[in-house]
C-alpha cells in the first residue's frame, strides 16, 4: 500500500492511521441536567504497541481534550458578534475531578507499511469522544440528535422537553 515517493515527493502516508471504538453509556438526571458517565470504553489498535506509558498518555490526554469539548467548553459570543469566553473565567475546561473513569483496550494489528508495525495514535480520542457523548446523550433522551456542547443548562433543557 506504502509506494515510493510519486515525481512530486509526495507518499501515501495515511496507511498507518489507527483505528478507535468507543463506548459510552450515561444516566442523565431531569431535574439538574447531570450527565452521569456510567461506563466510558476505548479500545485502540495503534499497531504494535512501542512505549505502552506514552500510548496510555496519549488515548487519556485526548479522551479530557474530547470530554471537555463535549460537555464544558463553550465559544460564547454576544448578539454584535463579541466573544465573550475568552478567558479561563468564562470558558471552562475539565480537571482531573471533572472526567470520568475510562476503560482503555488495545487491540494490536501491526502494520504492514513500516518495519515497527505501528501505527498512529491518541488524536483520534480527541475527535471521537464528542460525538460519542452526543450519540449517549441523545440516546438517553430518546432523541435523535443534540447540540453540543452539552452543559447543564442545555441538557436539562432537553430533558424538560423528554418529560
Not at 442523565?28 to 441536567?33: A, L
Not at 512505549?51 to 496519549?58: A, D, R, S, T, Y
Not at 458578534?81 to 479561563?88: K, P
Not at 447540540?147 to 443548562?153: A, F, G, V
Request: charged fraction near 20%.
Amino acid at each position: 500500500m506504502l509506494d515510493a515517493p510519486d515525481e512530486q515527493d509526495r507518499v501515501a502516508s495515511a496507511v498507518t492511521f489507527g483505528y478507535i471504538c468507543d463506548l459510552a453509556a450515561v444516566e442523565i438526571d431531569p431535574n439538574t441536567g447531570r450527565i452521569t458517565v456510567e461506563t466510558y470504553v476505548s479500545v485502540h489498535d495503534v499497531g504494535r504497541v512501542l512505549n505502552p506509558i506514552l500510548v496510555e498518555g496519549q488515548v487519556r490526554g485526548g479522551f479530557a481534550h474530547g470530554f471537555g469539548a463535549a460537555v464544558m467548553e463553550d465559544l460564547v459570543y454576544d448578539s454584535e458578534g463579541n466573544f465573550l469566553s475568552g478567558s479561563f473565567a468564562d470558558y471552562a475546561c475539565p480537571t482531573a475531578a471533572d472526567l470520568p473513569p475510562v476503560t482503555v483496550g488495545h487491540v494490536e494489528t501491526a502494520s504492514p507499511a513500516n518495519a515497527l508495525g505501528s501505527k498512529g495514535m491518541g488524536d483520534g480520542s480527541s475527535m471521537l469522544t464528542p460525538a460519542v457523548m452526543a450519540n449517549a446523550v441523545a440516546d438517553a433522551l430518546g432523541r435523535d440528535e443534540v447540540e453540543l456542547p452539552l452543559t447543564l443548562d442545555r441538557v436539562w433543557r432537553l430533558a424538560r422537553e423528554a418529560s
